[in-house]
């Protein structure tokens, strides 16, 4: 590649005008005289024409690429135009039949910055058994998906769920994290081969310039799909993959590692085994914060947000897996959540030191000031995704808006000296990284201007 603007990102290099590859890999850059040298009978040289070159970029957190069979909300930007589309599908489905929503959307998109609750859904649908899936952290239903699913007007919440009401003591559908348990979605049945589809969503990614993407807590079964293109030699980008843990005993631990069949360091031409993703709190609405929420979320100063797995169970299967020789990576959204990530992580450190092998914290959206030096010591590395980009308004809800602005701070990160990524999390926001790069430079959102720009 030649006349054009090579952006090395290395230090004495800087930017060049060409760039030579021989076999995959990146051989000389520089001007244009120096590296055209390097032709060859069969070369293949392309004229850039004055345009840029920039390194591939590397997703820190993919789950897939978003979108399914369900309804699409990705494009809905009124209320109207949600309920208008369930209404459709709802025509199209025999009465009584499931509706469902892809996930890949969020109320912060919406003019009316709020979610479709049990009685928008009863008029959309009145017939059917509507669940609106929204992200990985919640489902609304509405009346005759409740009644389908056993879940009636005296349910409660379960230790790290959240059961909603509306202000008069009804249900209003809403079944944040742990109260999604009793809801049993069939599988996503897509057309054609299973390793198509990947393929065409990692092909998706290589068009916007992503090299490498991870995977950041999959099944078993997911990880035999990733092997089996990697032992083809199909996958298109490398693959960092983390196997999921959850409702585990820490006594189960090594019977449950041991089933997966790839031990820590396991590679297989591009594709490596990262470690093993574990969680401890909810998402926009649930992460687990050391103050209570904004009124009324708050109820009055007790809510908190949600702790999904028990200090106990967390830090056993903790212990365990770095015993085991494994690398730890935690979802901590609110900062005591972060508290019990790092808790765990120094116990399990002392035990068998974990510097040397980055461990993550995942997310970390509200880290607190005393935090950092912790993470330091650990040597622990952060992955922020643009989650504030896309919901601001509803965090400003949650949270107040001095929290919402202070969302995933990669620049206080970098102060504090804490290793940092980049990546999207998607489906739970757009998958597309340009947005992930133009949040974290301008601090830019769809719907609520800039926000924490310091």
């Given amino acids: 590649m030649h006349n054009g603007l090579v952006h090395t990102l290395d230090d004495q290099l800087g930017t060049v005008a060409a760039l030579a590859m021989r ?11 120096e590296i055209l040298r390097h032709r060859a009978s069969g070369t293949v040289v392309i004229d850039l024409g ?7 970029l590397t997703d820190n957190h993919f789950h897939a690429l978003g979108g399914g069979p369900g309804v699409d909300l990705s494009g809905a930007r009124t209320m109207a135009e949600v309920l208008g589309a369930i209404s459709a599908r709802a025509a199209a489905t025999e009465p009584g039949g499931l509706v469902l929503t892809n996930s890949n959307w ?15 859904l009863d008029r959309a649908a009145p017939a059917h058994a509507v669940v609106v899936v929204r992200g990985g952290h919640e489902y609304i239903l509405n009346s005759v998906a409740l009644e389908r699913f056993g879940i009636g007007e005296d349910a409660v ?36 081969d299973p390793a198509e589809r990947l393929l065409g969503q990692l092909s998706a990614m290589s068009a916007l310039g992503v090299t490498s993407l991870r995977i950041p807590g999959g099944s078993p079964q997911q990880f035999a799909l990733y092997r089996r293109l990697a032992e083809e030699d199909r996958l298109p980008m490398r693959i960092e993959f983390l196997f999921r843990v959850r409702g585990v005993a820490p006594e189960d631990v090594r019977t449950t590692v041991e089933s997966w069949g790839a031990a820590p360091g396991f590679g297989r031409g591009l594709l490596s085994v990262g470690g093993v993703k574990l969680g ?7 992460g687990w914060m050391r103050g209570p929420y904004e009124e009324p979320w708050g109820r009055g100063g007790t809510f908190f947000g949600l702790q999904t797995m028990p200090t106990d169970v967390f830090h056993g299967v903790v212990r365990e897996l770095n015993d085991l020789g494994w690398r730890v990576a935690t979802h901590a959204v609110g900062d005591a959540a972060i508290d019990l990530v790092l ?9 068998r030191p974990i510097g040397e092998r980055r461990w993550t914290i995942e997310h970390g959206f509200i880290p607190a000031p005393d935090q950092f030096e912790r993470m330091r010591r650990l040597g622990l590395t952060v992955t922020a995704q643009h989650h504030l980009y896309v919901a601001a308004p509803s965090l400003v809800d949650y949270w107040g808006a001095a929290r919402a602005a202070l969302t995933t701070p990669v620049g206080l990160y970098v102060a504090e000296r804490v290793p940092v990524s980049l990546g999207t999390d998607s489906p ?17 959102t769809i719907s609520a201007g800039t926000m924490g720009a310091e």
């Fill in 343 to 351: 808790d765990a992580y120094e116990e399990a450190d002392a035990r």
């Fill in 106 to 120: 969020h109320e912060g998109q919406l003019a009316e910055q709020r979610l479709p609750l049990r009685d928008d």
């Fill in 157 to 192: 919440s379960p230790p790290g769920g959240r059961v909603g009401r509306y202000d008069d003591g009804r249900l209003n559908g809403e079944l944040v994290d742990r109260a999604k348990d009793p809801v049993r979605l069939p599988a996503a049945e897509g057309e054609g």
């Fill in 50 to 56: 004055g345009r840029a070159v920039v390194p591939g």
């Fill in 280 to 286: 401890v709190d909810g998402g926009f609405e649930g």
């Fill in 428 to 444: 739970v926001v757009p998958h597309n990284p340009w947005h992930v790069l133009y949040h974290f430079t301008t601090r830019g």
């Fill in 23 to 33: 076999g995959g890999r990146v051989v000389a850059a520089g001007p244009d005289d």
